[in-house]
């Protein structure tokens, strides 16, 4: 399925989209005493557009924008319920709540169940008995609905389906843009002044939290382990951002940071955003040549690495990766100045590592020798905070730009919600830093609220399936966010990996990257969690900054395999083909509709790519790329990826970078790339190759076409399976026909379809009988 471009809109384009600021009319509502300014210790704010902010807030810089640097809180505002004009699409969805009952209006039929406070306590199956109060069960499968204990709904931040549905329907995100067609531009406070380290950092530090621990460090070999507290975290992140200033680096020069999960990994990136400056975090798992190309589009002043890392069993040498990332950037007229290299004594001696003198340095030579105070960069919350390059649909990554404020207060949120996150909690995020998921979960969203974050720099199999398990009893984690990858990968172990440790530290579980399929959420949820933990599954991407549909594990009744429901704010929608909305029971494309302050700005460089890609295909909305079905209950069961996007492992991967990775294969002519199911990586890649006339086939082919790809993008992104393909169905006008080579892929070759009006109808059959080549 490809969306439909839609034909230019008659609409205007859209409005000014400076917030409005004006006195609030009438107090907030009752019952939202947790969420009022004061009592949630963030310094950000997310407003209605109702809510005067300069009037709440004392400004420094006018009357028209907040100072967030002198907020010592975090401030929901929430408009009242008469201004609340129930825009939200889940009112339908959801119903109207009565007491302690709930009224589930779908379809214009008016089913009725108890609150969940009245279940039976345990998080186990509810049986179709308690389910069903009056009229049809909440859910057909009722059998499958999972229920947060009473013991964790009650001290959940939001217990029930009814706070939640209270909340979202008085807190509106400030429309800050429609995406009516037009020039989309998203701003979100512009004018307020604030800075994201001073709101991990110094903000917590001041608030009595200095001795906390802020990192716990697992290395990559069972027992090598580490800790900063924040006061300890901020002392290095000072000396980091003062030997950056000292080199040179200024507010808006960007920083391309390639280290694998050491400490000095968010070291770096709050160090960055302390003076202002725009990281541009590349996964240590990319190529040189992936990483050049990253260098040449942001133009860094200084590259961040570290001389080698160990995986497993593995030792890898990052600084060879950039050396040779560095010259090929040079060859393009891109110079970079530093190469401030830390250096992993575990994985390599400094003397084992190339160097040049004069551009490349030692981070333990230099940056400790740094005071370990710097003032902070107060910066506009729409500068920008970082760039983060993510695959598209063509060959050339995407330089996804988020600013600094939005991304703040929707990362912080998000975070608290969705892991009903506790003080006294203990948080450990598997993702890498190099993706979105370590950006918003490991550093900024954990941080912003003073979390205790656990930083693992191994591989979760190593020794052995029970490593995390391990970490977990280690450092008595209570919240576990994971990849369905990963979940899939121990399942097909034996379960004594978990069951050998305790684990009696976890409460909350999450999920990202992909679809959990329901087997992988129930062995997650019996198995890892005992059956007590709930799962926030939660659905988001690298552009939309934080979670965008995710579970309140206190408050809504879990199916597994569904990430439920929207976040406060959020107006997601499913369209048909031609960009309608669709309503009740339907499948559809995933958009959302209406800015939320987490969204990314721009594709750094590309404004027209951003509006083209993203709020062209579907004219008033943002298209996410995912299609999407929505139950009669009104959750949402995202089922993956509609454009010429492989998610492998979670990791997103253009079909079309993998095609030109082989196609600069001396002996490879054409390449299709498709993405199959894979038991464990939920897709994997598979690649249809065209040889240069007269080249054999070979095994020895096979396997340097496949490295290729390892040398270009990067190990994560080999193709599981090279076909060869003497020719590839096309059409008439030469389209390859992706939809045959799916099939073929997936050996499904009774769906093949009329193959009649291919060019050359014969060059299936022939594909069909080297499959197994
Ligand atoms: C955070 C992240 C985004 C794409 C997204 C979708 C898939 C992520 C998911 C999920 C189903 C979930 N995705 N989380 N699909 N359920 N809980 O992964 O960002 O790397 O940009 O990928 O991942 O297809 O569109 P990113």
């Known amino acids: 399925m490809t969306p439909r471009v839609s034909p230019p809109s008659s609409k205007p384009p859209h409005e000014s989209s400076s917030p409005a600021l004006q006195q609030p009319s009438s107090p907030l509502p009752e019952g939202h005493s947790e969420l009022l300014a004061g009592h949630v210790k963030v310094d950000v704010a997310w407003v209605n557009e109702n809510i005067n902010i300069s009037a709440k807030y004392p400004s420094e810089v006018g009357s028209k924008s907040l100072n ?63 389910a069903i109060i009056l009229g049809e069960a909440l859910a057909s499968e009722e059998n499958d609905l999972v229920f947060p204990s009473d013991d964790f709904a009650r001290q959940a931040h939001v217990s029930s389906p009814q706070q939640y549905f209270e909340m979202y329907k008085s807190l509106h995100a400030l429309r800050i843009s429609t995406f009516a067609k037009g020039n989309i531009s998203i701003q979100w406070f512009k004018g307020g002044l604030t800075n994201i380290c001073y709101n991990c950092l110094d903000r917590n530090i ?128 891109i110079s970079v100045d530093v190469c401030l290299t830390y250096e992993n004594q575990i994985a390599l001696k400094r003397e084992g590592t190339k160097w040049k003198e004069g551009k490349d340095v030692w981070w333990q030579d230099f940056v400790p020798k740094y005071p370990t105070t710097c003032e902070v960069e107060w910066v506009d919350a729409e500068d920008p905070l970082f760039l983060l390059y993510t695959s598209g649909s ?55 609220n003073g979390a205790s974050v656990v930083v693992f720099e191994g591989t979760p199999t190593y020794p052995d399936a029970g490593r995390c398990w391990d970490i977990v009893d280690k450092f008595k984690v209570t919240i576990f966010y994971t990849a369905p990858t990963l979940v899939r990968s121990l399942m097909r172990e034996s379960n004594e990996h978990v069951t050998r440790y305790s684990r009696k530290s976890l409460r909350v579980l999450g999920s990202v990257g992909e679809p959990i399929n329901p087997s992988a959420w129930r062995w997650f949820f019996n198995v890892v969690g005992d059956s007590r933990c709930p799962i926030s599954d939660t659905w988001w991407q690298t552009e939309t900054g934080g979670f965008m549909i995710t579970p309140l594990p206190g408050a809504w009744p879990q199916k597994p395999g569904s990430a439920t429901f929207p976040f406060f704010g959020v107006q997601p929608v ?50 996410t790329g995912d299609g999407c079905s929505r139950d009669k209950d009104g959750y949402h069961w995202l089922t993956g990826r509609v454009d010429d996007v492989i998610n492998v492992s979670g990791h997103r991967i253009g079909t079309a970078e993998v095609e030109s990775a082989l196609v600069s294969h001396p002996k490879c002519a ?74 073929i892929a997936s050996k499904q070759l009774d769906e093949l379809g009329d193959t009649s009006t291919l060019a050359e109808p014969h060059v299936v059959e022939q594909l069909i009988e080297l499959a197994d080549r």
């Open 206 to 333: 001041e608030s009595g939290n200095a001795d906390k621990i802020a990192i716990y460090w697992e290395g990559n070999d069972p027992g090598l382990q580490d800790s900063l507290t924040y006061s300890q975290l901020l002392d290095k992140v000072c000396q980091l951002s003062n030997y950056l200033k000292d080199v040179g680096v200024k507010k808006g020069d960007a920083v391309v940071i390639y280290l694998p999960m050491l400490m000095e990994l968010p070291i770096a990136m709050l160090a960055c955003a302390r003076i202002g400056a725009v990281h541009s975090v590349v996964f240590a798992g990319y190529s040189s040549e992936s990483l050049a190309q990253r260098i040449i589009d942001c133009k860094p002043k200084v590259v961040i690495t570290c001389n080698a890392v160990k995986r497993g069993a593995k030792v890898i040498h990052l600084k060879d990766i950039v050396d040779a990332a560095l010259a090929e950037s040079a060859k393009n007229g």
């Open 574 to 623: 499913i369209v048909d083909e031609k960009g309608v909305e669709i309503e009740g029971v339907c499948s559809g494309y995933l958009c959302i509709k209406n800015s939320w302050p987490g969204a990314f700005r721009t594709l750094y460089g590309d404004h027209e790519r951003y509006e083209t890609t993203y709020f062209k295909p579907f004219a008033g909305y943002y298209f």
């Open 670 to 743: 054409e390449a299709a790339v498709v993405g199959v199911e894979h038991e464990v990586k939920g897709q994997g890649i598979y690649a249809f190759v065209t040889l240069v006339e007269g080249e054999p086939y070979s095994e020895e082919l096979r396997k340097s076409l496949v490295l290729t790809v390892r040398n270009q993008i990067g190990a994560f992104a080999a193709p599981d399976k090279i076909h060869w393909a003497p020719g590839l169905p096309k059409t008439r006008s030469g389209k390859i026909m992706r939809r045959i080579l799916r099939k």
């Open 68 to 130: 967030l640097r002198s907020q010592t809180r975090f401030c929901f505002c929430l408009s009242s319920k008469e201004r609340c004009r129930a825009r939200c699409q889940t009112a339908n969805l959801l119903g109207v709540l009565l007491g302690r009952r709930i009224r589930m209006a779908t379809d214009n039929k008016l089913r009725f169940v108890t609150s969940m406070l009245e279940f039976p306590s345990g998080a186990g199956n509810i049986s179709a008995l308690n």
């Open 394 to 448: 063509t060959g050339k990554p995407k330089g996804v730009l988020h600013t600094t404020g939005g991304y703040m207060v929707y990362s912080a949120t998000t975070f608290k919600y969705a892991f009903d996150y506790k003080p006294s909690d203990v948080y450990w995020c598997t993702a890498d830093c190099g993706w979105i998921t370590g950006h918003s979960y490991v550093t900024y969203g954990p941080m912003l």
